[in-house]
């Protein structure tokens, strides 16, 4: 009772047993106790034992076809790749990894032997070449102003340059190691270095910051007396300049003209503003008469647009009959205002009074008195022909002259 062994399955050929007998008849006429069978089918085997009798077995074989595997990527890469040997039951690569996709990053010949469902294998090769990656590397001189030159910097084993950036940032080949540009945004610029001859590219990147510029301003009123203050905004450092240079915010200004500040924020940006400044003089007053009345007399503080004296009067003179320092503060066209002051004396008048002994008879004597409290000088005129007399008592006898005024000037 024969039994073939071998099968029911192979891969592209197979053996079939039918055992240890006396002879063998296979039905494709074979007489060995073995056959190798390349094509699916039954086959059938009779054996005769040592007593001369036979017995028959069959055995159905299906014959399965290797797989063909092709090894996708490559021949070339630049730095690394991957290499797919197809959808297979396994793999075994030469590296001895077992899966369907490898990583290879170095030139060589790579192998890979795959299992089908069948359990068949078939066997791929393919020669890569890696070629290197050119070296790269960005930097740049951020952060940098609004306004201010972005300069970005290269340095690559590469042939040909292209950066990036951006926003509106246009794209910029060069072959130097710094390409300066007006700064544009804050983000990413990125380099990608080339090599010609392989075709291989790569990449590095920088950070841009690119700060906003202070908004510069000036407070403050722009005309003044004798000086103006002004005041910059807008930043946390000070630089005036145009005449009045100093480090401060606020500045004092003592004669007209433009003046600059440049302002600088915490980030180092600068903005510079400008403003017109008008300085007016104050008016310099100098009181007129005096300074010694006799019973009154009157100040003048010259010819400006308003005054105010120290007792309120506002005009241009002021009436005095009493020895006092007067003060007088004085507004010019430009409504600047200067003081001055002037310590006047008024002395008294002497008492006097006069009298004759009119009426009198052409010929006669005219005798003219005085009554003075003190001790003065006298000096008395009268009309026409008088001829002035001064005495020292209080009686003049004078030929009578002609009708009239006659009077008497007494002097301390």
Do not use: M, R
């Amino acid at each position: 009772t024969p039994t073939i062994s071998g099968g029911p399955a192979f891969c592209v050929s197979g053996t079939l047993d039918a055992g240890v007998y006396s002879s063998y008849h296979w039905g494709n006429s074979a007489t060995t106790e073995t056959i190798t069978v390349n094509s699916s089918s039954t086959y059938d085997v009779t054996v005769t034992n040592a007593n001369s009798c036979t017995g028959t077995a069959s055995q159905a074989v299906t014959i399965n076809s290797n797989p063909s595997p092709t090894i996708s990527g490559g021949p070339t890469f630049c730095g690394s790749g991957t290499l797919d040997a197809g959808s297979f039951s396994s793999y075994n690569w030469g590296n001895s990894s077992t899966t369907e996709t490898i990583s290879v990053s170095s030139s060589s010949t790579y192998y890979v032997t795959v299992t089908n469902g069948n359990g068949c294998t078939g066997t791929a090769s393919k020669v890569i070449t890696v070629n290197p990656l050119p070296t790269v590397a960005a930097t740049s001189n951020s952060p940098v102003c609004v306004g201010s030159t972005l300069n970005l910097y290269d340095v690559s084993s590469g042939t040909v340059y292209a950066w990036s950036g951006p926003n509106s940032f246009v794209s910029h080949s060069a072959d130097t190691s710094i390409l300066n540009v007006p700064s544009l945004a804050s983000g990413t610029y990125t380099v990608t270095a080339t090599n010609t001859g392989t075709g291989c590219t790569n990449t590095a990147s920088t950070s841009v910051t690119v700060n906003s510029l202070p908004t510069a301003g000036i407070t403050g009123t722009a005309t003044g007396c004798a000086s103006v203050s002004l005041t910059a905004t807008g930043g946390t450092s000070y630089a005036w300049s145009g005449g009045n240079s100093i480090a401060t915010a606020l500045n004092t200004f003592t004669s007209s003209g433009t003046y600059y500040v440049t302002v600088t924020n915490v980030n180092a940006c600068t903005a510079t503003t400008s403003q017109a400044v008008t300085v007016n003089t104050n008016p310099s007053p100098t009181i007129s008469g005096g300074p010694t009345f006799c019973g009154s007399g009157t100040l003048d503080a010259g010819s400006f647009s308003s005054y105010h004296w120290g007792n309120g009067s506002t005009g241009e003179t002021l009436n005095v009959n009493s020895s006092n320092t007067y003060n007088v503060t004085v507004t010019n066209g430009s409504g600047c205002t200067g003081t001055a002051s002037k310590v006047v004396t008024v002395n008294p008048l002497p008492t006097v009074s006069a009298s004759s002994n009119s009426p009198v008879c052409v010929g006669s004597i005219l005798n003219l008195l005085d009554n003075v409290q003190i001790i003065p000088t006298f000096s008395w005129s009268g009309p026409n022909s008088f001829t002035s007399h001064s005495e020292d008592t209080s009686l003049l006898n004078v030929s009578a002259l002609a009708a009239g005024t006659y009077t008497i000037t007494v002097t301390n």
